[in-house]
């Protein structure tokens, strides 16, 4: 595994967005993104500054299972992570997985964004992590997505922290709740909170690779070597098959010099596993929180479905 460098503040921080165009900043969101790309050597270049290539459609599944788990984790907020897991989850049943997506942070925005309140449920994974009482089927909701499942939370989990300390093998608690599920699903999605807490030890134990979503922004770089320590010290300690399987950079805004400067970074940092999909900042996104719908559904000819659809593809192929 490489080694991860402490990252350094790029010295210019970039320059304003640009004027917004008549119709306000909305109509400029709603209108098509310019793509942002470069010619070199022959080659279309992508955001991240890397030939783009060209990843053809994942060939169908004969059966669904053993699912491989994927952690959505960066211990910073809105970063994008509820986004992306509803998002990945939406594009990758569209390629005929099956998905589950757990909701594993006490704000229970993953469930709100699949159109579930979490205030009204009953039951949700923190029952199923703490009463054994509780199997994980009967936490489970079919969702309007066809092909995606979700196990919602709300703000009981928060109590899990402190009552999983005094418990033995805590960190393996979500683990055993997802077990029984494993070879039903194709993909397991866990929604992090954003902390390096109990909750966030416990997805990464259980996962078998970890997605890293990254705003286009210096502060979020500043958090990226503490996260790969916390990743290392899980593979040392608890998970050694755990595994990053890419970081995934967002709300890019190819109209800002800050933008490209911190994704410049981020390449030069840790390279390859970088996704050549790149989520670009659109105000589809928050239309999608209130539908309670994925992007893929909203607007699915939208520059973000687009975009989630081809991180899919990536996702699958790695």
Known sequence: MST????????????????APPGGAKAAE???????????????LGPTGRPLREIPEP?????????????????KGGVGKTTSTINLGASLAEYGRKVLLVDF????????????????????????????SVKV???????????????????????AEVQLVAEVGREHSLMRVLRPLLGEYD???????PSLGLLTVN??????????????????????ALLMDTIEKVRERLNP????????????????????????????????????????????FPETTVAGEPITKWAPKSNGAVAYRQLAREVIRR
Do not use: W
Not at 6 to 18: K, M
Not at 105 to 132: C, F, K, R, W
Not at 187 to 193: G, I, K
């Open 30 to 44: 709603e209108r098509p993104e310019r793509v942002d790309t470069e010619q070199r050597n022959g080659s279309v």
């Open 187 to 193: 993909y397991v999605l866990v929604d992090c909170q």
């Open 4 to 19: 991860f460098q402490p990252l350094q503040a790029p010295e210019v921080f970039g320059e304003a967005p640009a004027a």
């Open 105 to 132: 942070d006490p704000q229970g925005a993953l469930s709100v964004g699949l159109g579930v309140q979490p205030h009204e449920l009953d039951q949700t994974i923190y029952n199923a992590i703490m009463e054994n």
């Open 59 to 75: 060939p169908p599944v004969e059966r669904h299972g053993p699912a491989q788990v994927l952690a959505m984790c960066n211990q």
């Open 203 to 224: 997805a990464l134990t259980a996962a078998d690779g970890v997605i890293i979503p990254l705003e286009c922004e210096f502060f979020s770089l500043r958090g990226v």
């Open 241 to 284: 098959s755990l595994d990053i399987v890419g970081i995934l950079a967002t709300m890019y805004d190819p109209r800002t010099l800050h933008s490209k400067e911190v994704m410049a970074r981020v390449v030069e940092a840790f390279g390859e596993i970088v996704f050549d999909t790149v989520i670009n900042r659109t105000v589809r």
């Open 137 to 159: 089927q009967d936490v489970l909701h079919h969702t309007a997505i066809d092909g995606v499942d979700l196990l919602p939370s709300n703000i009981d989990l928060s109590a």
